[in-house]
């Protein structure tokens, strides 16, 4: 049973102060990462229940990382929440090809990544 | 050193030119014998030394193709002595051999001006050069030396003879590729073009028919400017640009003296061919052969040439269009992670949930930061839009939707801005009206006309959104608001365009919401088309074509 800590991952310091403030205030367990690398090892490490993955990350981007989570067995329950400023479609396509779960582009609104966060976690029960 | 730079700036070079003219004149009004002798090689010996005196003068930094020019004439100048002195000596004479040194000094001398002149397209223009000149030699062939061959006189005679139209020949390759290669139209260069195009004529008219020229003949005059032009290339300042390198290479210009040049020269064959024909005169089919062969190989390999220029600006132009979509994706990241965090801050910020809570004044003023940011925002995805659209990036996803659907989405979300505004939003339509379409782009399309028609109308206004059924999809947007001439109502849809009513009503916006809306419709296989409305407002109308499947089902 993975754990109910979400992971979130960005290369931009804001940003990522950013999700993590608005996630901690409705109330999550969060733990955060700025690069791909570091991401994957801190999913293997938690098995959290949600990844907010940035694609484009050193290291390793978003989309690597995605690929690794999907492939690793043991993380079967963790969901993925692919953010990023690339908002062309083919990308988004590409997102979901690869399994991703949601897709929110930049600039979100930090009240509609809280919903769809919830959504994401209720889905999972 | 006075002297110098006085004869430079006091147009030396046209002094001459005058005078030596003035004198060409003189030449047919004196009597025959010596007086036009003594006049005739004076010019000569006169141009001589002013090519001398132009490379004295300007200095130019490649010397030698200056002092062979110098040299060829003087060659012919002393040779016009000779002959003078005695006429009637027998071919091959010293006069001869005089005559046919200065022809390669002067060929020597244009191709080390074409050498020195450098540049990447010098292969291409050599081989156009060589094309013309194997025309020529074809006619020079068939024309002239084979009359002499087949002449009278003795073999040596009949061989010097022979010679003279050979080096017209040599001459001409000089001036072809010099007319080619050289980039710099200078008054130097045509001058120079001059001196050598009527020698040539001179020596083809006195080549055809060589057994009626006399001394005093008009062929002189032609013989007597060449050597003036000559002289004057070499006197005109411009003559030092001539004789440098060249720093920039610059692709062969297509002109049409060019084209109509080769043109000529691939005809001569086919020419020569019929002009031989129609006179009935022998045909020389090796001369024929020959020079049609060399032609067609250089045809080719000039023709390679083009291909291998194209295919580099086709690698050229896939590596700009590259760089142009990396730069568009850079700067649609680097534009949205700021503005992720400006909206994303001012929104934290402006959270009922945090204590202390904002005072009225501070929170109107970050409402102002969350509006502005969000067009902003719309402005980077507008011109990224565009962006995309121009390099041909329109990824479209078509499928079969529900047109009333995405519209009534659409009204739904403007609805708070429209009431914000004091304007009344109104949708009718009934039942499904199934297109094909990419539901993203089709709700971004009817956006941009709800929110251009929100923006057009003032308080207390009404919008109408319809959706029938017609040939097409038939979706219509009516508004109240201030419109448009009827003028405007063809070039609303222009890049940037914005009517006079939006300038002077100080309406916000960069008159690229409609361009878009009009790409969008396009791309869909549709129509757009805007008019104003009698007593103010306008109506936009877009015709959309119907899903297949809708269609067979009909």
């Given at each position: 049973?993975?754990?109910?800590?979400?992971?979130?991952?960005?290369?931009?310091?804001?940003?990522?102060?950013l999700?993590?403030?608005?996630?901690?205030?409705?109330?999550?367990?969060?733990?955060?990462?700025?690069?791909?690398?570091?991401a994957?090892?801190?999913?293997?490490?938690?098995?959290?229940?949600?990844?907010?993955l940035?694609?484009?990350?050193?290291?390793?981007?978003g989309?690597?990382?995605?690929?690794?989570?999907?492939?690793?067995?043991?993380?079967?329950?963790?969901?993925?929440?692919?953010?990023?400023?690339?908002?062309?479609?083919?990308?988004?396509?590409?997102?979901?090809?690869?399994?991703?779960?949601?897709?929110?582009?930049?600039p979100?609104?930090?009240?509609?990544?809280?919903?769809?966060?919830?959504?994401?976690?209720?889905?999972?029960? | 050193m006075?002297?110098r730079?006085?004869?430079?700036?006091?147009?030396?070079?046209a002094?001459?030119?005058?005078?030596?003219?003035?004198?060409?004149?003189?030449?047919?009004?004196?009597?025959?014998?010596?007086?036009?002798?003594?006049?005739?090689?004076?010019?000569?010996?006169?141009?001589?030394?002013?090519i001398?005196?132009?490379?004295?003068?300007?200095?130019?930094?490649?010397?030698m193709?200056?002092?062979?020019?110098?040299?060829?004439?003087?060659?012919?100048?002393?040779?016009?002595?000779?002959f003078?002195?005695?006429?009637?000596?027998?071919?091959?004479?010293?006069?001869?051999?005089?005559?046919l040194?200065?022809?390669?000094?002067?060929?020597?001398?244009?191709?080390?001006?074409?050498?020195h002149?450098?540049?990447?397209?010098?292969?291409?223009?050599?081989?156009?050069?060589?094309i013309v000149?194997?025309?020529?030699?074809?006619?020079?062939?068939?024309?002239?030396?084979d009359?002499?061959?087949?002449?009278?006189?003795s073999?040596?005679?009949?061989?010097?003879?022979?010679?003279?139209?050979?080096?017209?020949?040599?001459?001409?390759?000089g001036?072809?590729?010099?007319?080619?290669?050289?980039?710099?139209?200078?008054?130097?260069?045509?001058?120079?073009?001059?001196?050598?195009?009527?020698?040539?004529?001179?020596?083809?008219?006195?080549?055809?028919?060589?057994?009626?020229?006399?001394?005093?003949?008009?062929?002189?005059?032609?013989?007597?400017?060449?050597?003036?032009?000559w002289?004057?290339?070499?006197?005109?300042?411009?003559?030092?640009?001539?004789?440098?390198?060249?720093?920039?290479?610059?692709?062969?210009?297509?002109?049409?003296?060019?084209?109509?040049?080769?043109?000529?020269?691939?005809?001569?064959?086919?020419?020569?061919?019929?002009?031989?024909?129609v006179?009935?005169?022998?045909?020389?089919?090796?001369?024929?052969?020959?020079?049609?062969?060399?032609?067609?190989?250089?045809?080719?390999?000039?023709?390679?040439?083009?291909?291998?220029?194209?295919e580099?600006?086709?690698?050229?132009l896939?590596?700009?269009?590259?760089?142009?979509?990396?730069?568009?994706?850079?700067?649609?990241?680097?534009?949205?992670?700021?503005?992720?965090?400006?909206?994303?801050?001012?929104?934290?910020?402006?959270?009922?949930d945090?204590?202390?809570?904002?005072?009225?004044?501070?929170?109107?003023?970050?409402?102002?930061?969350?509006?502005s940011?969000?067009?902003?925002?719309?402005?980077v995805?507008?011109?990224?839009?565009?962006?995309?659209?121009?390099?041909?990036?329109?990824d479209?996803?078509?499928?079969?939707?529900?047109?009333?659907?995405?519209?009534?989405?659409?009204?739904?979300?403007?609805?708070?801005?429209?009431?914000?505004?004091?304007?009344?939003?109104?949708?009718?339509?009934?039942?499904?009206?199934?297109?094909?379409?990419d539901?993203?782009?089709?709700?971004?399309?009817?956006?941009?006309?709800?929110?251009?028609?929100i923006?057009?109308?003032?308080?207390?206004?009404?919008i109408?959104i319809?959706?029938?059924?017609?040939?097409?999809?038939?979706?219509?947007?009516?508004?109240?608001?201030?419109?448009?001439?009827?003028?405007?109502?063809?070039?609303?849809?222009?890049r940037?365009?914005?009517?006079?009513n939006?300038?002077?009503?100080?309406?916000?916006?960069?008159?690229?919401?409609?361009?878009?809306?009009?790409?969008?419709?396009?791309?869909?296989?549709?129509?757009?088309?805007?008019?104003?409305?009698?007593?103010?407002?306008?109506?936009f109308?877009?015709?959309?074509?119907?899903?297949?499947?809708?269609?067979?089902?009909?």
């Amino acid at each position: 049973m993975s754990s109910q800590v979400i992971l979130v991952a960005d290369d931009d310091d804001d940003i990522l102060l950013l999700v993590t403030t608005r996630l901690r205030r409705d109330g999550h367990e969060v733990v955060s990462a700025s690069r791909g690398d570091d991401a994957l090892a801190l999913a293997r490490e938690i098995r959290p229940a949600l990844a907010v993955l940035d694609v484009g990350m050193p290291g390793l981007d978003g989309l690597q990382v995605l690929e690794q989570i999907r492939a690793d067995e043991t993380l079967d329950g963790t969901r993925v929440l692919l953010l990023t400023a690339k908002a062309q479609e083919s990308d988004v396509r590409r997102g979901y090809a690869g399994g991703a779960d949601a897709y929110v582009k930049k600039p979100f609104s930090p009240a509609e990544l809280s919903t769809r966060v919830r959504e994401l976690l209720d889905e999972t029960g | 050193m006075d002297l110098r730079r006085a004869l430079r700036e006091h147009h030396v070079g046209a002094f001459f030119l005058a005078v030596g003219v003035v004198l060409s004149g003189v030449y047919f009004l004196i009597p025959g014998g010596a007086p036009q002798s003594v006049l005739y090689d004076t010019i000569g010996i006169a141009s001589s030394l002013a090519i001398g005196l132009g490379v004295v003068l300007h200095r130019p930094e490649a010397r030698m193709p200056w002092l062979l020019f110098g040299l060829g004439n003087l060659s012919f100048a002393v040779a016009d002595i000779i002959f003078d002195v005695s006429p009637d000596a027998t071919v091959p004479s010293v006069a001869d051999w005089f005559y046919l040194a200065g022809y390669p000094l002067l060929a020597v001398g244009l191709a080390y001006l074409i050498i020195h002149a450098g540049g990447h397209h010098r292969f291409a223009a050599l081989v156009e050069a060589a094309i013309v000149t194997v025309a020529f030699a074809l006619f020079q062939w068939v024309f002239v030396v084979d009359q002499i061959v087949d002449g009278v006189g003795s073999a040596s005679e009949r061989a010097v003879t022979a010679a003279y139209p050979s080096m017209d020949v040599l001459l001409l390759a000089g001036l072809a590729g010099f007319f080619v290669t050289a980039a710099w139209r200078t008054p130097a260069f045509l001058l120079l073009v001059g001196a050598v195009v009527t020698m040539l004529v001179a020596d083809e008219i006195y080549g055809l028919n060589p057994g009626g020229y006399a001394a005093g003949d008009w062929v002189d005059a032609g013989w007597m400017l060449s050597y003036l032009l000559w002289a004057t290339a070499a006197l005109s300042p411009s003559m030092q640009k001539l004789s440098k390198p060249r720093t920039r290479t610059r692709q062969l210009r297509v002109s049409p003296v060019r084209i109509m040049l080769l043109v000529a020269a691939l005809l001569s064959a086919p020419a020569v061919l019929l002009i031989q024909d129609v006179r009935g005169a022998p045909l020389n089919v090796p001369a024929v052969v020959t020079a049609a062969s060399i032609m067609a190989v250089l045809v080719v390999l000039r023709l390679m040439g083009i291909l291998r220029a194209l295919e580099r600006i086709r690698a050229r132009l896939i590596e700009a269009d590259r760089l142009k979509d990396e730069f568009v994706a850079l700067i649609s990241h680097d534009l949205r992670t700021p503005l992720t965090s400006i909206m994303g801050y001012t929104e934290l910020a402006l959270d009922d949930d945090i204590e202390p809570k904002l005072d009225q004044e501070r929170r109107s003023y970050l409402e102002v930061v969350s509006r502005s940011s969000n067009r902003l925002l719309r402005l980077v995805d507008d011109l990224l839009f565009v962006a995309r659209l121009q390099a041909g990036r329109l990824d479209l996803t078509p499928a079969p939707l529900d047109l009333c659907e995405v519209a009534q989405q659409t009204v739904e979300e403007a609805k708070r801005r429209a009431e914000a505004k004091g304007v009344e939003l109104v949708f009718e339509g009934d039942g499904a009206v199934e297109v094909s379409a990419d539901k993203g782009r089709l709700f971004q399309l009817l956006d941009n006309l709800v929110s251009n028609a929100i923006k057009f109308t003032p308080e207390g206004g009404r919008i109408e959104i319809r959706v029938s059924r017609n040939e097409r999809a038939i979706l219509e947007v009516r508004d109240n608001g201030m419109g448009f001439t009827a003028d405007e109502a063809s070039r609303v849809f222009d890049r940037f365009y914005r009517a006079d009513n939006a300038i002077e009503g100080q309406v916000q916006g960069t008159g690229l919401g409609l361009f878009i809306a009009q790409a969008i419709t396009e791309a869909h296989g549709g129509t757009i088309s805007a008019a104003p409305r009698d007593g103010g407002g306008a109506v936009f109308r877009i015709e959309l074509p119907y899903a297949r499947t809708a269609m067979i089902l009909k």
